[in-house]
């Protein structure tokens, strides 16, 4: 079935660059999806790519899709003690309506 | 600028209590969903309403049930609450929906839920 894979923490100090990755399984994926989750809130949209793209930049954002490895990266440039949070990757089904996400990618950042 | 609204924001309920979480979005979104977020686990969802007067199973359905009250609100039911329904519940609206379209999904802060 589909699956969404990423590590579970990353730390970083600030002004450095974070590098997210996850895997996914399902081929047939049409949009890829970067949520950040800040505590005690709910999931918000960082930025998305089509599947037939390969990079999308936005501001300090860097998306990379790796669609015969199945790999999509989050790359934030900057680093900054405002980023720690969980970074979600999500991905929609090609069969429909449901969006799969992973277990999350907490990023530290120490000052 | 309301957005996605989720009461309560926690709750504590005793093994076999019963409960409604309610959701309510003002963005006239047609796609209304219901996830439960646990450590480790990511987001599963549990139910969701494609449009107004209909909903289907997610991936966890058991133990819950959903109305698709009108298209602004969309509530969960725990009718017998266990401790493995003990979660930090999400609902989240989205105006895309079919196969090729952009499903930008917006999240209320979330409902802690605790059953003892």
């Known amino acids: 079935g589909e699956d969404v894979e990423q590590s579970l923490f990353l730390s970083v100090r600030e002004g450095d660059s974070s590098v997210i990755n996850c895997t996914y399984t399902?081929?047939?994926?049409?949009?890829l999806y970067w949520y950040k989750q800040e505590p005690g809130a709910g999931l918000q949209l960082l930025t998305y790519i089509f599947s037939n793209m390969d990079m999308k930049q936005d501001q300090r954002l860097t998306v990379l899709l790796n669609k015969k490895d199945k790999h999509l990266s989050l790359r934030i440039a900057d680093t900054q003690t405002g980023d720690s949070a969980i970074y979600f990757c999500?991905?929609?089904?090609?069969?429909?309506?449901?969006?799969?996400f992973g277990a999350g990618t907490r990023l530290f950042v120490k000052a | 600028n309301a957005g996605v609204t989720q009461t309560p924001k926690f709750q504590v309920l005793k093994t076999g209590q019963s409960m409604t979480l309610q959701c309510a979005q003002d963005m006239n979104h047609n796609s209304m969903y219901w996830y439960r977020q646990d450590p480790g686990m990511g987001l599963r969802l549990i139910y969701y309403?494609?449009?107004?007067?209909?909903?289907d199973k997610g991936e966890v359905p058991n133990g819950y049930n959903v109305s698709r009250l009108n298209k602004r609100e969309f509530s969960l039911r725990l009718e017998s609450a266990a401790p493995s329904q003990t979660s930090v519940y999400f609902c989240a609206s989205s105006d895309g929906s079919g196969v090729l379209r952009n499903e930008k999904l917006f999240f209320g802060s979330g409902t802690q839920l605790s059953v003892l």
């Open positions: 309403s494609a449009s107004e007067g209909t909903t």
């Open positions: 999500a991905e929609k089904s090609g069969g429909g309506f449901k969006t799969i």
């Open positions: 399902d081929s047939s994926s049409t949009y």
